[in-house]
């Protein structure tokens, strides 16, 4: 079965800094996909930042970057010029390929970020 | 474009009640699903539908949950009866539902979720 990690429950970070969440997961697949969904205080996910395994590129998203190790299954996410709107819960995801007829999202138990001004 | 919507926002009930979420997806998605997110936990899912048909349903405890989807669009999900267990915030997601297959997949778009309290 996949599991994914997320180590920090807590993190901190001052304005306009950078800050890297942890996020390790375990599979014995080789065609996956990994998100990272952020949920702020109000409860409605939204997706940040997706990486398909098959692709040795890791994703970014404007202030928003992957660093994405398939070896070591590790994922993490980098955040540049950390803003206050960046305070949130942020949840590491798991996907299976869609060859195996379902869309489940395995989620880790969170990291919760706060941008202090 | 409308995203998400659920109700009721919040539910206060008493064990051994019974209780149901509506969630309508945005427009046009195919594919809805149910996650329960317990306190301190990511979320779980407990049902997948493609249209009005069950794509996933392993983690539903169907003892005591069900949910439909009539007619491929809005979808419930009931408790009967409830446990203290069952406290936790449901979240409604939906997403196009490509018939893509290797190598695809579809953003989940959530909702603002139920959160359930169980005395």
């Known amino acids: 079965a996949q599991t994914v990690t997320q180590s920090q429950p807590e993190m901190s970070v001052q304005e306009a800094e950078t800050v890297t969440l942890s996020c390790t997961y375990d599979?014995?697949?080789?065609?996956?996909?990994l998100f990272w969904y952020k949920q702020p205080p109000s409860r409605q996910m939204i997706l940040v930042i997706r990486?398909?395994?098959?692709?040795?590129q890791n994703a970014t998203e404007n202030r928003f970057s992957v660093n994405f190790q398939k070896a070591a299954k590790s994922f993490s996410l980098k955040i540049s010029d950390s803003q206050l709107g960046d305070t949130a819960m942020y949840f590491c995801a798991f996907m299976k390929d869609r060859s195996y007829n379902t869309d489940k999202l395995i989620f880790g138990t969170g990291t919760r970020l706060q941008v202090f001004p | 474009e409308a995203g998400v919507a659920q109700s009721p926002r919040y539910k206060i009930i008493e064990k051994r009640q019974s209780v149901a979420f509506w969630c309508n997806p945005i427009s046009g998605h195919a594919t809805l699903y149910w996650y329960q997110q317990i306190l301190g936990q990511g979320p779980k899912l407990l049902i997948q539908?493609?249209?009005?048909?069950?794509?996933?349903d392993s983690q539903l405890p169907k003892d005591r949950f069900s949910a439909e989807r009539l007619k491929g669009v809005d979808s419930t999900l009931k408790i009967q009866p409830a446990k203290l267990e069952d406290s936790a915030v449901y979240l409604c997601a939906s997403s196009l539902g490509l018939a893509g297959g290797p190598r695809t997949t579809d953003t989940q778009y959530f909702g603002p979720g139920t959160r359930l309290t169980v005395l």
């Open positions: 990486q398909e395994a098959y692709k040795q």
């Open positions: 539908f493609q249209n009005n048909g069950v794509v996933d």
């Open positions: 599979t014995s697949e080789s065609n996956y996909y």
